[in-house]
Every structure is written in C-alpha cells, then in structure tokens.
C-alpha cells in the first residue's frame, strides 16, 4: 500500500506550483499524513532545499547532480523555485535530476523533514521552522544570540556543516568553503590596497627593481594557507603565523621559500602588522567565537590604507574593530586601515563554492536521511559532533560556553528524544 502511495506522490502535481491551492483541503490532510507514514515506513525522508535569502547570497545547498543522488536513494527533494539561479542551474535541471519545484519557501518548511540551507536561517524563516525538524546547514551559533535562542524555541534539529569533524580534527564541511575564502582573501586584499579604492598603492608581487608588499597571516588552518599559497605565488612576502608549533613544523615542509612561519604571539602580531600591508585573520575554534588577536590599539602601528580581510568574521572576527560587512559595501575604514569582513565570502563565487560545498554535504544529507538523525547522531560521531541544538537543548560545548547555557551531550539527547 505504502509502495503505490510514494508512486502516486512521484507522479503527482501536490507540490507544483500550479496544484498547490487547488487541492481540497481535506485531501490534502488525508495525503500528507499518507505521505509521511509512507516515508516513515520505508525510511525515506522528505529533503527542501531553499533558496537563500541572506543579502547578496548566490549559492544553493545542492547541485542537481546531488538533487539525483538523493532522488535516486528513494528520497522526495523539494527545491524552491529559482534556488540554483545564482549559482548556474536553473530550475529544469532541477525537475530533470527528479525534484518538485516549490514557488515559496512556506510549503517547503510545512511538508520537508530535513531543511537544507547554505546559510543560516534568516529571521523572517524562524516562524515556519517546526518542531522535530532537522535543520542541516551553516549556523555559527556561537556568534549569534538571536539565532541561538530562536532555534532552541522551535524544538528543531539542528546540525550545523561547520562543526561535523572527523577523528583527526578536520572539518569537512567547512573545508571547501575555507579553501575558497583563503584564496579569495588575498585577492581581496591586493584590490583595496589599491588607491581607488583606500588603499595605499602597494602592489604584492611587486615588480623587478621593487621590493614586493608584505602579507601577514593569522591562522594557519585551511583558511590561511590557501590564502599562504596564493599569497606566496603572487610573489608577496608572506608571514603565517600559528599557536601550534606542530603545524609550523609540517608547514615548513610544504610551503615555498617566500612563506615565513613563526609562532603566534601578541608581541609577534603587534610586531608583524607593522610591516604588513595585507593582514588576514584566519583563526579557528570549531563552533566557538574567535579571538579577537589584532586590538584596536595596533591600528596606529600599521601602515595608512593597509587592508585587514577578516575570514573569522562569521565566528564574530578576531580584529576587534571587525563588523559583519555585505559584498555591495564589503569595506569601511578605521583609523585610515581598510576594514573587509564580508560574511558569506565565497557567495561572490557562487557556481565554484556549490559544486565543492555539494561535495562535501552530500554524504552525510544522505546518511542523514536514510538513517533518520538520532540514528545517524547515535552511530556516527562526525554527525554528533554537527549536533548543536537538539530539540531545545544545547548540544554542542562552544555554544553553550559562548553564552552561559546548559550543555547536554548529543548522544544524551537523542537518547533522551528516543525515549
């Protein structure tokens, strides 16, 4: 029975945009509780895949090509009307890969069992997030209050792609977007040096006859050697600085001779943004607000129109003078040193950072949906380690530590939820 409800659904109108408002209400009650009993049976799931809403966002959660994949595995994907525009796809590679097209994200939110996004949830979606629905996407929490408390009211599931972290301390989600705003950093960094745009006129690489302009590195995670490596290959002089003399070690193997590496330290940063005519924050703490490394009483010490590029900036930054800035006014000025902390970096590259971010979440959106979340959550500890707000409780230690809230254990709560 269950079997022909789910083919019934494949071949049906029920979420196109013409049959939405012409169902019976009735029926329609009768077909989404067939729906969903069909889907609980057979351990499908019910995916959305919405278009973003944050101010100058271009990228999808999904490519059609992961739209298929999932689709293929049995599962049901709804995709809001003109999701993938900003990105390149366009809805009839959507509708070829199998999903239904949905003009609105209202009836996404009331019928999907998994909500996946880029970015966070904006404030006018915090009303249509329903209880026990899971919530997959980046939500740097710990940077965000209102957020924080909006989604422990809503009693979802939230797993957020930046903290999945495997056994060795990687992060696999944030990886690909890490690697794409470090090498975007550094060409951000050589345009608003330019004078045009406040800039004091240094070139990076320099040219035969002039010394090249200096860049400072802060963090030597994947956001700071990409951004190391585009550096260096421009031609500039490159500092990298990082508190973990173990990565200095494999660093020095690695980097080429223009990359000087030297370990972190407050009077080793006020020394060095002295001389640095780029200086990008690129520290790390999985789930955790960054620190805030470069105070605003260094700003005298630096060059006139130097540029800092904070990448940590959606953790909350580690420039104090840092503010949250969008691609159309991605930069501003403070005591004559050029400010860039655009949020969503890699959003102005949008069809690249899709591709790779699809990459990345695809293996585990599907886990997720075929194994259910307290499944998932329970048996794999990359999955557990995403868990940050289960069902209004706090699941995950740098959120609960960044604002004074009871920590639960993930696998405590999903057992708790079980029960």
């Keep these: 029975m269950t079997a022909g409800i789910h083919e019934v659904f494949r071949g049906s109108n029920f979420f196109s945009n013409a049959g939405v408002g012409k169902i019976n209400k009735n029926v329609n009650l009768e077909f989404h509780a067939l729906l969903h009993l069909n889907h609980q049976e057979e351990m499908l799931m019910i995916i959305g895949i919405l278009k973003e809403i944050k101010t100058e966002e271009n990228r999808v959660c999904m490519t059609p090509a992961g739209v298929e994949v999932l689709v293929h595995n049995g599962h049901t994907v709804l995709v809001e009307k003109e999701a993938g525009t900003g990105s390149g796809f366009g809805d009839?590679?959507?509708?070829?890969?199998?999903?239904?097209?949905?003009?609105?994200?209202?009836k996404i939110y009331e019928n999907a069992e998994m909500i996946m996004h880029v970015k966070e949830p904006m404030p006018l979606?915090?009303?249509?997030?329903?209880?026990?629905?899971?919530?997959?996407?980046?939500?740097h929490l710990a940077a965000s209050?209102?957020?924080?408390?909006?989604?422990?009211?809503?009693?979802?599931?939230?797993?957020?792609?930046?903290?999945?972290?495997?056994?060795?301390?990687?992060?696999?989600l944030l990886t690909p977007m890490s690697e794409v705003a470090g090498r975007m950093a550094?060409?951000?960094?050589?345009?608003?040096?330019?004078?045009?745009?406040?800039?004091?006129?240094?070139?990076?690489?320099?040219?035969?006859?002039?010394e090249p302009g200096t860049v400072l590195i802060i963090g030597g995670g994947v956001v700071g050697v990409n951004a190391a490596k585009m550096a260096c290959g421009l031609g500039a002089k490159v500092y990298l600085v990082d508190s973990s003399l173990d990565r200095l070690r494999y660093l020095s193997d690695i980097m080429p001779g223009n990359c000087f590496l030297m370990m972190s330290s407050t009077p080793t940063i006020r020394e060095l943004v002295a001389k640095a005519d780029v200086i990008i924050g690129a520290v790390l703490i999985?789930?955790?607000?960054?620190?805030?490394?470069?105070?605003?009483?260094?700003?005298?010490?630096?060059?006139?129109?130097?540029?800092?590029?904070?990448?940590?900036?959606?953790q909350g930054g580690c420039f104090e003078t840092s503010k949250p800035t969008s691609h159309s006014k991605p930069v501003y000025t403070v005591d004559g040193i050029v400010h860039y902390c655009v949020s969503n970096m890699p959003g102005a590259l949008a069809r690249t950072s899709t591709m790779a971010l699809t990459n990345a979440t695809l293996p585990y959106a599907l886990e997720i949906a075929e194994k259910g979340w307290r499944t998932a959550v329970m048996?794999?500890?990359?999955?557990?380690?995403?868990?940050?707000?289960?069902?209004?409780?706090?699941?995950?230690?740098?959120?609960?530590?960044?604002?004074?809230?009871?920590?639960?254990?993930?696998?405590?709560?999903?057992?708790?939820?079980?029960g």
């Design 92 to 106: 009839p590679l959507y509708k070829k890969s199998g999903a239904k097209i949905i003009d609105g994200p209202e």
């Design 125 to 139: 979606e915090y009303p249509l997030i329903k209880e026990g629905q899971i919530i997959f996407t980046y939500l």
């Design 145 to 172: 209050p209102k957020l924080t408390k909006a989604l422990m009211k809503s009693g979802a599931i939230c797993i957020a792609y930046e903290t999945i972290q495997k056994a060795n301390g990687s992060l696999p």
């Design 186 to 210: 550094v060409q951000e960094g050589a345009k608003y040096l330019e004078m045009s745009h406040g800039g004091h006129g240094v070139l990076l690489g320099g040219v035969p006859g002039v």
């Design 286 to 314: 999985p789930g955790a607000k960054a620190p805030k490394l470069v105070t605003r009483e260094m700003l005298p010490l630096m060059k006139k129109g130097a540029v800092m590029v904070d990448v940590a900036i959606d």
């Design 379 to 418: 048996e794999n500890p990359e999955i557990r380690s995403g868990a940050n707000i289960i069902r209004g409780k706090v699941t995950y230690r740098g959120v609960a530590e960044a604002f004074g809230l009871e920590y639960t254990e993930a696998a405590e709560a999903a057992s708790l939820d079980a």
